[in-house]
């Protein structure tokens, strides 16, 4: 058996071959592959969690757990008489309600590997026997000899040990941007990266052209590709801040509200109160403390932000994603297709002694040539400029296409930047073409032969070296002369030293009867001029990574292409300054420990040539220091990092199936700028949350206040001993009616302004702040005052020495309590609208869905109050028309109050207590 780890790119393939053989000697094909099975070569493959494993799971919140614990006493006390099966059938129903109402919005599926099974091929051609046969791609084994041509997709990890013209797109496993030149040379080099393994063909990954023949040296897991896979199956996801802060935060509360509840039961008793009453007061207690709708609202506020993010073309796949953005530091991004265009471009035109800037990017044809910032139109250019673009245009074997408004090379990129280049020049000459020389890695150049007037053409592209080998002249402009080396070199230098691929261009008459062109045609040649090319930003990233900055969050680019590249497209985009060389390679991370790395990672901003364990431990080192952290990618090789972030961000058009899976989000329209949207909503959402958190609890809190209170003054104010004034069902109802009515307008309302004009909020900060405390006790307080005042106005003479001589008197003023809570709550939310501004500084009719919410509300609360058949059920009762302008003055208390609140903390600072 061999060893997976062996360096392939060592080994020469006669070498490769012997070690695997060996291991298998005396096996057939199929017995091989059983016994490799057993080993770990296996395919990869995943379980998909099913629906109602997936619907359980919404369960699984420690809020949700109390709520059933309180519908299971309720429901005992249903049946020990008590007669509380309409409490227990509300808060069952919004627990079941939360729960699809997460099942449906959510719906997150492990689905990564088998998305990296999908990639698997499932034919290739195998030499066995020394005969040439099809088989399943699960057959190979290692030893197999794999024939690979042009537009194959790699079944396994290859060593080749033949190779012609070979050249593979490797950019979905590596990041690099254009086709990988293949060989079969030894590599004599430790810890190479990927994308330098020349002799190695990666499984996944596709032959573009030319062909080749290697032996398979791994599969499955144990492939380069696998092991991503296995990456990702053990790579946990990361809890986001929102769900560590949502989880300390109902821990919390729970402890808090079972103290409160215990503490309450034991003044009863200590008071000598029938233990029956205690503890019935304290299950009010409790059922008044506990946010029921506290998750449907976080739920539903997560939900309504994923729709406004998918609108904005931002899809989110698990929803605390939509807030956990608005929390990020730090941006880890891939170069290739997210920041890029993932379409080479060509930039500069060097022909004739002069060099010609080209507008434009990507493969849309539209564009124009400028030199020394004019421009220039096609019948302006020179004759040295045109030819060079025909070159360019004519010697080339690829095409490219228009659909839908949509352009893309069918070919090499390369020689579809040169075509696109040509056609932004305006007027074209067609030639037809008689013969070919295919470019090839040993000669370095191609030609192609074409008819020509009087005279037939040769037209060569190549490395700049090679091209300035095989040229005698230079034309200049309108006329031929000497060939200038030096200069044409330092132009190219110039190019490469701004991270361009460079191309030289040449051409030469021939005889109008020669139709076929050989190598020894490539001779005596006339230098035209250099195209440099680049895989370019995307023009709104520039913008994007400007905004980042702005609010605090840091671009970070990691890519497999080459560090000049990466440096100089982060120049570009201003994630580093223009005299920035800081930049980290795969090779020195790799020389690197993890807390090497956590020194570094605070100066680094720019990582190339690394590979997918490099991206994981950059994202760790990061996460380590504090910084929350999002990846954005589209590769295979992004996966593991993507799942390892606190947020990943998936690339929808470009990216692949296995980025998409491992993500959080998904950006439909590949533009790294809608993640500037993204992270203003996400901002935006936890406005919301902080808003309906502060009005939720709050409320909450009142009414457990409110039975508290009545408890305590119970041995002093016969009226409470004799009844609460809140029954659990009217407690019930108020909160699930403001959860609906009141808490979920709170969540429409418009983003404040300069979300992005700031640093994100701390990520370790708490709910439970002073902030909070003080909002709890202040409003909490108010409501309860109202509620107790209004029921011993009016409740007072229904008892007399803790004996009820009025049962409806005593019902009306506990209706007459119910209402003057919904009152202080109706004052209450018109201020909740902002946490620190005034509700002055807004207009009070820019929220259309609270005052629908308050309209609702006051109609479903009229119905327990004056439909006989709802009074049973709610143990109300309609009182007397004059008793409403005494309730009505409750509406102030609740606004005043916070006003109050919120202009202190305005003009004096933060109130702790």
Not at 443 to 468: C, D, Q, R, W, Y
Not at 525 to 546: N, S
Request: charged share 20%; with cysteine; glycine share 8%.
């Amino acid at each position: 058996m061999n060893n997976p780890e062996t360096d392939w790119h060592r080994l020469k393939p006669e070498t490769v071959f012997d070690r695997l053989q060996a291991s298998q000697q005396g096996l057939t094909a199929a017995q091989a592959m059983q016994r490799l099975k057993k080993f770990g070569y296996n395919e990869l493959r995943t379980a998909r969690p099913g629906a109602l494993i997936r619907f359980l799971r919404q369960f699984h919140n420690p809020l949700v757990y109390i709520l059933l614990v309180a519908a299971t006493i309720t429901t005992f006390l249903s049946i020990m008489g008590k007669e509380m099966w309409a409490d227990t059938i509300v808060i069952v129903s919004v627990v079941v309600l939360n729960a699809i109402l997460g099942f449906i919005q959510e719906g997150k599926a492990e689905r990564a590997l088998e998305a990296l099974q999908s990639m698997i091929v499932t034919e290739t051609t195998v030499l066995r026997d020394n005969n040439e046969q099809v088989v399943p791609s699960r057959d190979i084994v290692p030893g197999d000899i794999v024939l690979l041509g042009e537009g194959d997709r790699i079944p396994a990890d290859l060593r080749l040990f033949t190779s012609h013209n070979a050249y593979a797109d490797e950019s979905t496993l590596t990041g690099e941007s254009v086709p990988v030149s293949k060989s079969s040379d030894v590599l004599d080099q430790d810890n190479m990266p990927l994308g330098d393994r020349k002799c190695i063909a990666f499984s996944g990954t596709f032959f573009t052209r030319g062909s080749a023949r290697g032996i398979v040296v791994a599969t499955g897991e144990q492939t380069e590709f696998g092991k991503i896979a296995v990456l990702v199956k053990t790579t946990d996801m990361v809890e986001t801040p929102l769900q560590k802060k949502i989880h300390a935060f109902t821990n919390t509360l729970i402890i808090a509200i079972i103290g409160i509840g215990s503490v309450n039961f034991f003044l009863g008793y200590l008071f000598g109160y029938d233990p029956v009453y205690s503890f019935l007061a304290s299950v009010s207690l409790i059922v008044a403390a506990i946010p029921e709708m506290l998750p449907m609202i976080v739920t539903a506020t997560l939900a309504l932000s994923a729709s406004v993010m998918a609108a904005n073309k931002a899809l989110t796949r698990r929803l605390p994603a939509a807030e956990t953005l608005g929390s990020t530091t730090v941006i880890c991004s891939d170069k290739t297709g997210t920041l890029t265009k993932n379409e080479m471009t060509v930039q500069k035109v060097y022909s004739g002694g002069k060099i010609y800037d080209v507008v434009g990017i990507g493969y849309d044809p539209k564009g124009h040539y400028t030199l020394n910032g004019s421009r220039i139109e096609y019948h302006e250019m020179s004759y040295s400029l045109r030819e060079t673009l025909l070159a360019g245009y004519l010697c080339n074997s690829s095409k490219l296409k228009e659909e839908n408004g949509f352009y893309h090379i069918i070919g090499d990129p390369t020689e579809g930047a040169l075509i696109v280049s040509a056609m932004k020049a305006g007027e074209l000459e067609t030639m037809k073409q008689l013969d070919e020389i295919p470019f090839n890695s040993e000669s370095m150049f191609m030609a192609t032969l074409h008819e020509h007037f009087e005279e037939n053409i040769i037209f060569v592209k190549g490395s700049p070296e090679k091209i300035l080998s095989l040229c005698k002249a230079q034309l200049y402009d309108d006329r031929c002369g000497p060939l200038q080396r030096d200069e044409v070199t330092s132009a190219a230098e110039e190019m490469a030293g701004s991270a361009l691929r460079v191309l030289g261009m040449a051409h030469k008459m021939v005889p109008k009867t020669q139709f076929v062109l050989t190598a020894e045609d490539i001779n005596d040649l006339t230098f035209l001029g250099l195209k440099g090319m680049i895989d370019p930003p995307r023009p709104e990233v520039i913008e994007a990574v400007a905004m980042c900055k702005q609010a605090g969050i840091r671009p970070v680019m990691i890519t497999g292409d080459h560090g000049l590249t990466a440096l100089a497209i982060a120049r570009d985009l201003g994630i580093v300054a223009k005299d920035d060389t800081n930049l980290l390679t795969g090779e020195q991370l790799d020389e690197l420990t993890d807390d090497d790395l956590y020194e570094l990672v605070e100066n680094v901003s720019v990582y190339a040539r690394v590979a997918p364990e490099h991206k994981l431990r950059i994202a760790r080192q990061f996460q380590k220091q504090g910084h929350i952290v999002a990846m954005t990618g589209d590769g295979v090789n992004d996966a593991p990092a993507l799942k390892a972030a606190d947020i990943g961000v998936a690339m929808g058009i470009s990216g692949t199936e296995v980025s998409k899976e491992a993500s959080d989000m998904i950006l439909t329209d590949d533009n790294f700028a809608t993640i500037v949207r993204a992270v203003e909503e996400g901002r935006h959402t936890w406005n919301n949350l902080e808003r309906t958190i502060l009005y939720t609890i709050p409320t909450n809190a009142g009414q457990a206040f409110l039975v508290m209170g009545a408890v305590l003054m119970a041995s002093f104010i016969p009226l409470f001993a004799a009844r609460l004034p809140l029954e659990p069902v009217q407690i019930l109802w108020v909160n699930l009616l403001d959860s609906v009515f009141l808490t979920m307008p709170l969540i429409m309302e418009k983003k404040a302004r300069g979300l992005l004009s700031g640093p994100p909020r701390e990520h370790n900060k708490k709910i439970v702040d002073g902030l909070f405390v003080q909002r709890v006790i202040i409003m909490g307080g108010i409501i309860a005052a109202c509620g107790f005042l209004i029921f011993y106005y009016f409740g007072s003479a229904a008892v007399h020495e803790r004996e009820i001589i009025n049962p409806l008197l005593l019902t009306q003023a506990q209706t007459a309590a119910f209402w003057a809570v919904l009152m202080a709550h109706f004052g209450f939310v018109f201020s909740a609208r902002s946490v620190h501004q005034s509700a002055f500084t807004f207009s009070p009719f820019s929220n259309k869905w609270l005052w629908l919410g308050v309209l609702v509300s006051i109609a479903a609360r009229l119905l327990p109050t004056f439909f006989p058949a709802a009074n049973t059920l709610f143990k109300t009762a309609p009182f007397p028309l004059e008793w409403w302008p005494i309730i009505l003055v409750c509406l102030l208390p609740g606004f005043i109050g916070l006003e109050i609140d919120k202009f202190i903390r305005r003009r004096f600072g933060v109130l702790q207590f």
